[in-house]
Structures are given as C-alpha cells and as structure tokens.
C-alpha cells in the first residue's frame, strides 16, 4: 500500500503533493514502483495534528481520486475518519475505507461503512491525534490492542459489514511509546492470529528516530520502515502501508526468495 498524502502538515511529505497534478504525478510514480493500493489522506493524523473539516478533506481527496479512478488505477484507499468523507471518496471510485479511529469517530461511521459495501480498516489508537502522544500507557500493550480490534470488529459486523471485508491495523505510533511500538512489532503474530487480515504501518514513523538517532528527518528512515516491514512479512501481515514503494517491494522480493529457497 503505497502513501499519498494531500496534506500540508504530514510528518512525511506534508505539502509536496497538494494540487491535483502534483498528487497524479506521485501516485503514477508509486504505481510505477509497484505499489497494489494507494492510501490518500486529506487529514493529517500525525502527534498533535489538528481536525480538518470535513468539506476541506473532501476538496483535497476526491479529484485526484476521481481522476485515479478513470485511468485505472489499482484500488484506491481512503485514510479517513469522516464517514462522509467515506462517503464521497466512494462515490468517486474509493473501494477501502482506511479509519485510523476504527469506525469510532462519528455514531454512524459503522453503519455506513455497511452501506457502503466498501473493504474498512480498522486500526486501535489510544486517545486522538492532537494529544495521543502525551502519556501513553498500558498494562500490556500487545493484549489490549488484540482485544480492542476484536471489539471493534465485532461492532462493524454488528453493523452490517461484512467480515471478509474488515481488516485489522494495530496502530504503530498511535498513542504508544517506543517500548509499545517495539513489543508490538514483536508480537505482531498474535494480531494475525485474531483471523482478519492485517495492516501494517510502521513506515518513515518517529519510533525509528529513538532507535536510530541519525534518522530525524522522515525520509532517513526508509531503512528503519524497510526492517519493520519485513517483520510485518515473517509474522503474516497481508500489507505494508510504506512511503518508500519500490525500495520496500525489492527488500520483500529478496526476503521472499530467500525463504523459498530454505531446505525442507
């Protein structure tokens, strides 16, 4: 799952890509690079990012999907916590409804993503973007967030969404210091285990910094996001959600061949 973000603030890339050529440029690139979904956001959900309404999001997300959608492009995510949003996004050839709230935003998100029939992502995050960052804690981060993402699953059928159509996003860097990230990234097994596909997004993320202190800047971290993913690969997640597309592809490529060479 390739990032394409139409923010001015993303931590990433926040501002490169507003404008509809811009962004169609970046997504041609990142479906050049092998990218099998995009995931455009038009909010940024970053530590201390501010909501953004919702008629600007759907000012900054629907033309470039409408425009992907006509060239044929592969489907198309929305990173969104508005339903209407969901809701417009689509309408314009959005087939995946990515909410980093896990359908918790709004009292009727659940309900329409059943209306809407499209794939969701569920994904846990403690407390909200503006202050998610401030005092995380857990008695046992792995546990809590297997159980949310159960709750939260179990909600959106209750809804109406079918269950092959949820997937399950543990939400690295959402409300989690480095040791959650890390135990986490451990324990991603047991987030595959609970029978829903997973997602992983650790890419170009603040926890690589800690390790790494020579990694500040976002787009230092493409090693970083690459060892990460590659974890996410041995414990079964189905996607990497990753800014660095082809690097990333070419390090699962190599990973994969090397595993199926391993003697019997």
């Not at 956001?41 to 970053?46: A, D």
């Not at 929305?78 to 990515?98: E, L």
């Not at 989690?176 to 596909?197: E, I, R, T």
């Not at 992983?200 to 970083?224: N, Q, T, V, W």
Request: aromatic fraction near 4%.
């Amino acid at each position: 799952m390739g990032v394409l973000n139409l923010t001015p603030d993303s931590f990433s890339d926040g501002g490169r890509y507003e404008g509809l050529e811009p962004a169609l440029a970046q997504a041609r690139r990142l479906i050049g690079q092998g990218a099998d979904i995009l995931d455009i956001g038009g909010e940024s959900t970053r530590p201390g990012a501010s909501p953004v309404p919702a008629e600007a999001e759907i000012g900054r997300v629907v033309p470039v999907i409408t425009a992907l959608a006509a060239e044929a492009a592969p489907p198309l995510s929305v990173d969104t916590m508005k339903p209407q949003v969901a809701r417009a996004a689509v309408a314009a050839g959005a087939t995946i409804w990515n909410d980093v709230t896990a359908l918790s935003h709004a009292p009727d998100s659940a309900d329409v993503a059943a209306e809407l029939g499209c794939q969701v992502v569920l994904m846990h995050m403690q407390g909200e973007p503006r202050t998610m960052q401030a005092t995380p804690h857990y008695e046992d981060v792995t546990a809590e967030v297997c159980a949310f993402l159960v709750d939260r699953a179990a909600a959106a059928m209750a809804a109406g969404v079918a269950r092959e159509k949820i997937w399950l996003d543990p939400g690295i860097g959402f409300g989690k210091s480095l040791d959650h990230n890390l135990a986490l990234l451990a324990h991603l097994d047991a987030v595959c285990a609970l029978g829903f596909p997973v997602l992983l997004g650790a890419s170009r993320k603040r926890f690589i910094a800690a390790i790494h202190p020579g990694a500040e800047a976002p787009d230092a971290r493409a090693p970083g996001s690459i060892a990460a993913a590659l974890a996410g690969a041995q414990a079964g997640v189905a996607a990497v959600r990753v800014h660095d597309v082809g690097e990333t592809i070419q390090a699962l490529d190599v990973w994969s061949a090397i595993k199926a060479a391993r003697r019997p």
